[in-house]
């Protein structure tokens, strides 16, 4: 129901844009949220944005990346500045309804000399 987008690899300090493509009908009533997992670590929580635009971040990467949606187009977005070698992981897309995680196939980040 999601797929992400926009991963690669990057130079510290440098930047990225991970897209979200969402194919829910309810999509723009809906909090969206992405995660990042690292090898050997658990899935963290790294920004949350509630259908009205409130948004709330780790606070590792509290500001350094921005999370923002267009609901026109369905798509949920995280700008991601200044990245460090600690932001390397796999970046998913997700919704909970209804106590129910939905996820997308995730998105590989790279952040290396």
Do not use: H
């Amino acid at each position: 129901q999601f797929v992400e987008s926009g991963g690669g690899l990057v130079q510290p300090g440098g930047s990225l844009r991970l897209s979200c493509a969402s194919s829910r009908s309810f999509f723009r009533f809906e909090t969206m949220a992405w995660y990042r997992q690292a090898p050997g670590k658990e899935r963290e929580r790294v920004a949350t944005i509630s259908s009205g635009g409130i948004t709330d971040y780790a606070d590792s990467v509290k500001g350094r990346f921005t999370i923002s949606r267009d609901n026109a187009k369905n798509m949920v977005y995280l700008q991601m500045n200044s990245l460090k070698s600690e932001d390397t992981a796999v970046y998913y897309c997700n919704t909970n309804q209804v106590g129910r995680d939905y996820w997308g196939q995730g998105t590989q980040v790279t952040v290396s000399s």
